[in-house]
Each structure stands twice: as structure tokens, then as C-alpha cells.
């Protein structure tokens, strides 16, 4: 790919990023800042919340179409059909570069005076554009945990923390090189994750964290 073209994918992917859903929704159509609510932060969960469930879900929705969306910015190139045949595995790193921006500016928007989200619904949204097998494993791994914990926190960091994991035991008997890069973007992402998450850490550990009852499994 062209150096310019590249370079404004991650600009576009940046900026796609950085709509604020929640922000904006909460004060079009709420009057509130969801910055000011609850964890203060600008996200599916904290829409949840503060919002409502049908807000909550809009939210989910568009963030994660956001790093969907960047991830497959390739596709507005006329020569998408070499990229996907005989270079398949250049398009899947520039899926990884665009889907990063994507995250970063989910989490730091630019339209939001870089106070965003904490980035798993577009994180999530990037992994399933480059693997679907990947984003099942992550999803059931977060739909577990919370489903047993109740908690949306824990659920976002256990998935972040094992996904570099989940493609070693994938791709490690296959002949899927770009496999290293792919295990570096979970990596960074999942030291991210733990950052951003790091008071709801404090909070898991003292038993104070929040429960978000989406769904429940009963313990036998």
C-alpha cells in the first residue's frame, strides 16, 4: 500500500474512532454527560447504567462498528481483490494498524477532549474483522466471566489478558505469518486494558467494584 494511502486510513480510523457515541447521545438526547455519571467513563457499560439499556446497546452497537469499520478501511481501494488474494497477509497487518488507531481514538477522542471509553467494544470490533474465530473465543470468555461474576470490568480484562493466548493456540500449528503480529496487538492492547482498567482494579480487589446484571449463570 501507498505510504499516503496508509497514512490517511489511520488518520480516517483515527477520527472514526474518536465519535463519542455515549457523549453525544447522552447530551442530544438525555441532557447528560455520562462523563459525570456513575464511572465516568464513556462507555457501553456506563451508558448502561446511566442511560438505560436501549442507550446502552446503541452504544455497544456503534463502537464496535467503529473498529470494524477501520479495520476493513482497505476495502475502499480499487485493488481490494489483490489485496485479499495474493496479499492477504499485508491486508491483515493494515487491519491491525487501522483497528489500532480505531481503539486509541475510542479511548482519547479527539471530538471529546481525549477523555473517551476504556476501547473493548472497538477492540472487540477490530478482532472480529481480522478473525471471527478469534472474536468467538473473546466473547464467550467475557460472556463467562461476567455471567458468573457480574462483573463487566473483570470480564473486559481476563478477555484482554488471555487473547494473545487465544492466537498462539490457534495459528501455532498453522502457516499463518503474520501470527506475530497479531500476538502483539493483543499484547499491547491487553496491558491497555489493565490501564484503563486499573481503578476498577483497586475496586475488584477491595470488593467495592459495581455488578452489572446482563446475564447470570447459576453455580451447581
Same mark, same amino acid.
Given at each position: 500500500?501507498?505510504?499516503?494511502?496508509?497514512?490517511?486510513?489511520?488518520?480516517?480510523?483515527?477520527?472514526?474512532?474518536?465519535?463519542?457515541?455515549?457523549?453525544?447521545?447522552?447530551?442530544?438526547?438525555?441532557?447528560?454527560?455520562?462523563?459525570?455519571?456513575?464511572?465516568?467513563?464513556?462507555?457501553?457499560?456506563?451508558?448502561?447504567?446511566?442511560?438505560?439499556?436501549?442507550?446502552?446497546?446503541?452504544?455497544?452497537?456503534?463502537?464496535?462498528?467503529?473498529?470494524?469499520?477501520?479495520?476493513n478501511l482497505m476495502m475502499l481501494?480499487?485493488?481490494?481483490?489483490?489485496?485479499?488474494?495474493?496479499?492477504?497477509?499485508?491486508?491483515?497487518?493494515?487491519? #491491525?494498524?487501522?483497528?489500532? *488507531? /480505531?481503539? =486509541?481514538?475510542? %479511548?482519547?477522542?479527539?471530538?471529546?477532549?481525549?477523555?473517551?471509553? +476504556? !476501547?473493548?467494544?472497538?477492540?472487540?470490533?477490530?478482532?472480529?474483522?481480522?478473525?471471527?474465530?478469534?472474536?468467538?473465543?473473546?466473547?464467550?470468555?467475557?460472556?463467562?466471566?461476567?455471567?458468573?461474576?457480574?462483573?463487566?470490568?473483570?470480564?473486559?480484562?481476563?478477555?484482554?489478558?488471555?487473547?494473545?493466548?487465544?492466537?498462539?493456540?490457534?495459528?501455532?500449528?498453522?502457516?499463518?505469518?503474520?501470527?506475530?503480529?497479531?500476538? #502483539?496487538?493483543?499484547?499491547? *492492547? /491487553?496491558? =491497555?486494558?489493565? %490501564?484503563?482498567?486499573?481503578?476498577?482494579?483497586?475496586?475488584?480487589? +477491595? !470488593?467495592?467494584?459495581?455488578?452489572?446484571?446482563?446475564?447470570?449463570?447459576?453455580?451447581?
Amino acid at each position: 500500500m501507498d505510504l499516503n494511502v496508509a497514512l490517511l486510513f489511520c488518520l480516517l480510523s483515527y477520527l472514526l474512532g474518536s465519535i463519542p457515541t455515549s457523549v453525544w447521545l447522552g447530551k442530544a438526547y438525555f441532557g447528560i454527560d455520562v462523563r459525570s455519571q456513575g464511572s465516568g467513563n464513556a462507555g457501553a457499560t456506563n451508558t448502561l447504567r446511566t442511560l438505560g439499556k436501549k442507550a446502552g446497546l446503541f452504544v455497544l452497537i456503534v463502537d464496535f462498528m467503529k473498529g470494524f469499520s477501520a479495520a476493513n478501511l482497505m476495502m475502499l481501494q480499487a485493488t481490494v481483490t489483490k489485496a485479499l488474494g495474493e496479499q492477504r497477509e499485508e491486508y491483515l497487518t493494515y487491519q #491491525l494498524i487501522f483497528g489500532s *488507531f /480505531a481503539v =486509541l481514538g475510542h %479511548i482519547f477522542p479527539l471530538f471529546a477532549k481525549f477523555k473517551g471509553g +476504556k !476501547g473493548i467494544a472497538t477492540l472487540v470490533g477490530v478482532v472480529l474483522a481480522v478473525d471471527y474465530q478469534m472474536a468467538l473465543l473473546l466473547i464467550l470468555t467475557f460472556i463467562t466471566v461476567v455471567g458468573f461474576t457480574q462483573y463487566v470490568s473483570l470480564g473486559s480484562i481476563i478477555s484482554g489478558i488471555l487473547s494473545p493466548f487465544y492466537v498462539f493456540l490457534l495459528y501455532n500449528e498453522s502457516k499463518f505469518t503474520q501470527q506475530p503480529n497479531f500476538i #502483539l496487538f493483543c499484547t499491547v *492492547f /491487553a496491558a =491497555l486494558i489493565i %490501564i484503563t482498567h486499573r481503578k476498577n482494579i483497586v475496586r475488584l480487589v +477491595k !470488593g467495592k467494584e459495581n455488578k452489572t446484571r446482563l446475564f447470570k449463570f447459576k453455580r451447581r
